[in-house]
């Protein structure tokens, strides 16, 4: 009884956190609106934490399609924030065919070769191998380029932080729910703690953007000066 209670709370603070990148995007909308990294993370934050509110209704009458949906929304923000920052526009097509891909997966696996059980293990296993290899990618392409200033300085570089350790903390746990699902349920309560850091590092990463645009419009404001 207390484990559960102790579970509950931390489903709780899973499902508000949500709203951390969310409200933290609409305080600033002006600023943030044509960041469309920033308009899809918030986006995201906000369908979760409606699914997740509504958890209790959506897992006892629509265990499936709620399932379903929340990988696929998921999977969805990540690939694009990903792909967004990606420059090479072969590899952005690439992912754009292999994400076609993964639904019509997600949806064969879920409804159409097999009885949907308690969660949809084999969809998030793909997603989590995908967003590995989109993320090696992308962080090859990123060392290619010489910037000055620090990675962690960059907004985006907290959102995939926060994507990588979200999905590698959780894939043996999920992996392991469909064979096992009392082992699983024993130690499940660590991975809401895992989505709660992504959300605080996607809170991290909207902060940073907003920094970042601060700066350049004091860079912009200041009027050239010719020296010579």
């Not at 949500?18 to 600033?28: A, Q």
């Not at 949906?69 to 072969?90: D, W």
């Not at 392409?141 to 994507?163: A, P, R």
């Amino acid at each position: 009884m207390k484990f559960q209670k102790i579970e509950r709370l931390f489903f709780n603070i899973l499902t508000y956190s949500f709203l951390l990148p969310t409200l933290s995007f609409s305080i600033y909308f002006n600023k943030l609106k044509s960041n469309k990294v920033a308009v899809a993370v918030s986006i995201y934050s906000a369908v979760i934490f409606l699914l997740l509110f509504f958890d209790d209704f959506l897992s006892s009458n629509y265990r499936a399609i709620y399932s379903t949906f929340y990988t696929t929304v998921e999977y969805c923000c990540f690939s694009y924030v990903i792909a967004h920052i990606i420059q090479n526009k072969k590899i952005r097509i690439v992912i754009l065919i292999l994400s076609i891909f993964f639904i019509g997966l997600e949806i064969s696996t879920n409804f159409l070769i097999d009885r949907f059980r308690t969660l949809d293990s084999v969809p998030i296993g793909v997603e989590t191998i995908l967003i590995f290899i989109y993320t090696f990618y992308l962080f090859y392409e990123q060392f290619q380029v010489m910037e000055t200033g620090y990675i962690y300085n960059k907004g985006w570089f907290w959102f995939i932080v926060g994507i990588i350790f979200y999905l590698s903390s959780s894939f043996f746990f999920n992996i392991l729910a469909s064979d096992h699902l009392a082992l699983a349920k024993k130690y499940w309560s660590l991975t809401l703690i895992f989505e709660t850091v992504k959300n605080i590092l996607f809170f991290v990463g909207i902060i940073l953007l907003l920094k970042r645009r601060g700066k350049g419009k004091n860079s912009s404001s200041i009027p050239y000066l010719d020296m010579v």
